[in-house]
């Protein structure tokens, strides 16, 4: 057992663990060791910038689940961007749940989301499901706001996965769209460019929303495909 499997192990939550493994339903349950995420972010922290943190980085894949978490928390904390592109094209790979790739943020794709561009259009092409996810994750927390174009909802509309995990992060995104983009996004739903299930989901999710008002909900309820 390597020093960083001893300190997680040392952290282990017997209960934590349970819940973990009916969050993580693609996850072998027998490499999940049931650290919680506040612990597993002090870790990356006190070793941010160690040897010790090269030397784990540098070996994949891991054993452990909360070795894929912790990586992708020190990834955060680079600093230069193409490194962090590196680093992250390295680790996405191997990636097989939704927690991972949504608790992936890069400190230094904040500085700089418009460069990111690129390396998005990849991830949405990417075979791997995980992959196409964070590409999605990506789009939906760097533009949507103040750099949003319509043309991005293209994109992720574009994707065509039988993936669960891609599917839900589809919906997400159009839901959030609806929430901050309301106009531009609209036209997608009424003209049902997206697959079934997602297309009801989003419209699900985005009906849950505080962000959707009352008028908008009702017109969206009318938009669910049955």
Same mark, same amino acid.
């Given at each position: ?10 952290? *282990? &939550? ?16 027998? /490499?999940?060791?049931?650290?919680r995420? +506040? ?19 540098s070996?994949? +894949? ?17 600093? &230069?961007?193409?490194?962090a ?7 996405? +790979?191997y990636?097989n749940?939704?927690?991972?790739? &949504? ?7 904040d ?17 791997? +499901?995980y /992959? ?13 706001d ?7 909802? &293209? ?14 992060? *589809? ?50 309820r /009318?938009?669910?495909?049955?």
């Open positions: 057992m390597t020093k960083v499997q001893q300190k997680l192990f040392a952290m *282990q &939550d017997k209960g934590y663990q349970a819940g973990s493994v009916k969050l993580n339903p693609s996850v072998d349950p027998e /490499t999940i060791i049931g650290v995420i +506040p612990a597993l972010r002090q870790l990356a922290k006190e070793l941010k910038g160690t040897e010790e943190a090269a030397a784990f980085l070996v994949l +894949p891991h054993a452990y689940f909360e070795e894929y978490l912790l990586h992708a928390f020190l990834i955060g904390f680079i600093k &230069d961007f193409e490194q592109v590196t680093e992250v094209d390295r680790l996405l +790979p990636l749940s939704w927690a991972l790739t &949504d608790s992936m943020r890069i400190k230094a794709f500085k700089a989301p418009e460069a990111l561009l690129p390396h998005i259009d990849r991830w949405l092409s990417d075979d791997h +499901p /992959t196409v996810r964070y590409g999605i994750l990506c789009l939906m927390n760097y533009f949507l103040d750099r949003f174009k319509p043309a991005y909802l &293209d994109k992720v509309a574009a994707v065509q996965s039988e993936e669960y995990y891609v599917r839900m992060m *589809q919906a997400w995104y159009f839901a959030t769209a609806l929430a901050k983009q309301y106009a531009a996004t609209l036209p997608f739903i009424e003209n049902t460019r997206l697959e079934k299930w997602t297309h009801n989901k989003a419209i699900q999710k985005a009906i849950e929303s505080y962000r959707i008002t009352p008028d908008q909900k009702a017109y969206l /009318t938009l669910k495909k049955k």
